[in-house]
């Protein structure tokens, strides 16, 4: 596909979107080159755009789990360049206290809320890097390895308390239980999962509550119903995919992270708008209608790996994962590479609120670097 034609099917979808029509997506196949091109443009952009030397915060550290798993699949040196660059001026770490005593995890953007999953998900990066480089230098991984390990010393198992934590942390465990080899990692993941699945999971949808403030029937979305807001579901989707990549298949709790993953999965799948999208409230398109590509991203991405690595039937899902890519690539992805649709950051589908081509965000960056990713394995040469 064309520059010139991506950037009139954004253009035309704008359009239709506010009227509510459909969007004009391909039928074509889609190739692999094709994904290829799509993740170059997208993660050429950004890095043009934008310099390496931001804090490690979770809207950036996200952008960087899609820009390893890009990585990890093209083997361009200018992405590990760029991670490495981003590591090595927040010092291979997250919030930066170093007084235990003041150690939170309640929601904060301060030194001190080191404890907080949100400071936590650039320590998957830090592994990557240290796993991807030959020379293994402790120093990328001795902050990751001194939270977590303080963490995990403690008595409490409730510091996943929101959706997003799922993604934040969960692989972390996972990746320094490969790195070190200390089953305590293990441990501590079925430990706090149960916890935030007790909290969060609602056994009759299928989903997941982005916090205790959302569950039904306390709250509810504008039409009466539960409402389940379409990136924090997604945040917990592809955090199961990158979870199960990396347990150990002896594991005793993989049985319910399987079990979880396919039923988000099946629940996800009726929900996909026709043009390959999904709204912000899942439930209730009309809470905050129109295209939103993070969550989708996401849930694409999570669909791709589920169908690459056997846990999803091809038969079944990969017609929801090649709508969700077209949507990505040929409507959010604009002809000079930029994301769009990508809501702002916050933590339900707020109405009203205005989400468009121009919308764009780290984070979103990353998600629709991980569906790249997943789908260029997924689809023919």
């Not at 994904?35 to 490690?56: C, D, I, M, T």
């Not at 929101?162 to 080899?181: F, N």
Request: proline share 5%.
């Amino acid at each position: 596909m064309t520059r010139r034609l991506t950037l009139k099917l954004a253009v035309a979808g704008i359009a239709l979107a506010a009227s509510g029509g459909a969007l004009a997506l391909s039928t074509a196949p889609v190739s692999r080159a094709q994904v290829l091109a799509a993740l170059a443009r997208a993660n050429g952009y950004w890095q043009r755009n934008n310099k390496p030397e931001q804090w490690p915060f979770w809207d950036v550290a996200a952008y960087h789990t899609g820009n390893m798993a890009a990585y990890a699949l093209t083997r361009n040196e200018a992405y590990r360049a760029y991670s490495t660059a981003w590591a090595e001026h927040n010092r291979w770490r997250g919030a930066a206290s170093d007084d235990k005593s003041a150690w939170k995890y309640t929601y904060g953007e301060t030194p001190e809320h080191v404890l907080f999953g949100d400071w936590q998900v650039c320590f998957q990066n830090y592994i990557d890097l240290y796993e991807f480089d030959g020379r293994k230098d402790p120093r990328r991984i001795a902050r990751a390895r001194e939270v977590m390990e303080y963490e995990m010393s403690t008595a409490n198992s409730d510091y996943w308390w929101w959706a997003d934590g799922l993604y934040m942390v969960m692989p972390v465990m996972t990746k320094l239980y490969k790195a070190t080899g200390d089953r305590r990692y293990l441990d501590k993941l079925r430990e706090y999962f149960a916890y935030a699945d007790k909290l969060m999971y609602d056994a009759e949808a299928g989903l997941y509550y982005r916090d205790a403030k959302y569950i039904y029937p306390k709250h509810k979305a504008a039409n009466g119903g539960r409402d389940f807001w379409a990136r924090g579901d997604g945040w917990v989707f592809a955090g199961l995919a990158k979870v199960l990549a990396d347990l150990p298949a002896d594991d005793p709790a993989r049985s319910l992270f399987v079990e979880r993953f396919k039923r988000m999965a099946a629940a996800l799948k009726p929900l996909q708008q026709a043009d390959g999208y999904w709204t912000r409230s899942l439930l209730d398109p009309a809470q905050a209608p129109g295209p939103e590509s993070s969550g989708t991203a996401f849930f694409t991405y999570a669909y791709a790996w589920g169908i690459n690595n056997g846990y999803l039937d091809k038969a079944d899902y990969m017609p929801v994962a090649l709508r969700g890519w077209r949507f990505l690539s040929e409507v959010a992805l604009q002809a000079d590479g930029k994301v769009g649709y990508v809501q702002p950051i916050g933590e339900r589908a707020i109405p009203g609120q205005v989400v468009n081509q121009d919308s764009t965000a780290p984070f979103g960056v990353g998600a629709f670097l991980l569906a790249a990713s997943e789908m260029a394995r997924l689809v023919p040469q």
